[in-house]
């Protein structure tokens, strides 16, 4: 189990920014090679980001290099780069077809890159949401080493040329189906960025309303979203109370056998032990990383 609550992007032209973000408390940093980098600046940002990841001081944050899509003059380029520094994952950009998946997976396995290296996919563009099944079914194969899905609801605004409002009106139904399509194959997902990191108020709210769809985590474009979004995604007490009385419940003598039970009047199911279970996982893991055992009591 992996926190996947905060994901912060960072220009991977900007060096400050990249020092910085080893300092905060993000689970994981997308080092940005395309849309936040201009073209002029391309070569440079993947030196930058390159020598980064290779000095291996970023702890136990997760590192995610978004590199240009392949038929672009850096894509090629960017891939080998990343393969030879290994970071946790590469992030490939505006993912519409499963064989954008596999075929980066199958440049990456040709290359004989280390195993430890993933693959996301930015679910970006129309045809994304529309293929959002056949991608998240690369999944169970491991040669293509996917884990998880990021949003970019920015661009899937542009290109269905939808108005956007606070309560995400158009953009819920492709949230929606994209997370269903991925649970389906055990995919994370993360939630787009807000674009207005001087608004708190609405900030956190657009994070409960992710957290509420059933997103791992929030995309972030800014260090002072870290902290709410920790917050926000983070198991609650109550729900780290409960899940424990789930997995002890089951696992009383009585109930070893058994696929429904009560736990304080309320019928209980396998399924929730599941659930239950991957809730004190990841709240332990959090507990872990802050040094706290009991983080939120």
Not at 51 to 66: D, K, M, N
Not at 154 to 168: I, M
Not at 209 to 223: A, Q, Y
Not at 234 to 249: G, L, Y
């Amino acid at each position: 189990m992996r926190p996947r609550r905060s994901v912060l992007y960072v220009p991977g032209d900007n060096e400050r920014a990249i020092e910085k973000a080893k300092t905060l408390a993000a689970d994981s940093i997308i080092i940005d090679l395309e849309d936040s980098v201009a073209p002029t600046n391309k070569e440079l940002a993947r030196q930058r980001a390159i020598a980064a990841i290779r000095e291996r001081g970023f702890g136990s944050h997760e590192v995610i290099l978004r590199v240009n899509p392949i038929e672009t003059p850096w894509g090629m380029a960017d891939l080998h780069a990343a393969m030879e520094v290994v970071p946790d994952a590469v992030l490939v950009p505006k993912v519409s077809h499963a064989g954008d998946v596999t075929g980066t997976a199958k440049v990456v396995n040709a290359a004989d890159a280390d195993p430890r290296l993933r693959l996301w996919a930015m679910i970006e563009t129309p045809m994304g949401i529309i293929n959002a099944r056949e991608i998240a079914a690369c999944a169970p194969d491991p040669d293509n080493r996917l884990v998880c899905f990021v949003l970019g609801t920015n661009d899937l605004l542009k290109e269905s040329r939808a108005r956007p409002s606070s309560n995400r009106f158009a953009v819920v139904p492709w949230l929606a189906m994209t997370l269903v399509a991925a649970r389906a194959y055990g995919l994370d997902v993360i939630d787009g960025v807000y674009n207005d990191f001087n608004d708190d108020l609405g900030f956190r709210a657009e994070c409960e309303h992710g957290r509420t769809l059933g997103m791992d985590g929030k995309t972030l474009i800014h260090p002072s979203q870290v902290i709410p979004c920790n917050e926000i995604f983070s198991p609650s007490e109550e729900e780290i109370i409960w899940a424990r009385k789930i997995i002890q419940a089951f696992e009383e003598p009585e109930n070893a056998r058994k696929g429904v039970i009560t736990v304080e009047g309320k019928m209980v199911e396998r399924l929730h032990l599941v659930m239950a279970k991957r809730v004190a996982a990841i709240a332990q893991v959090i507990a872990a990383r802050s040094q706290i055992e009991e983080p939120w009591f």
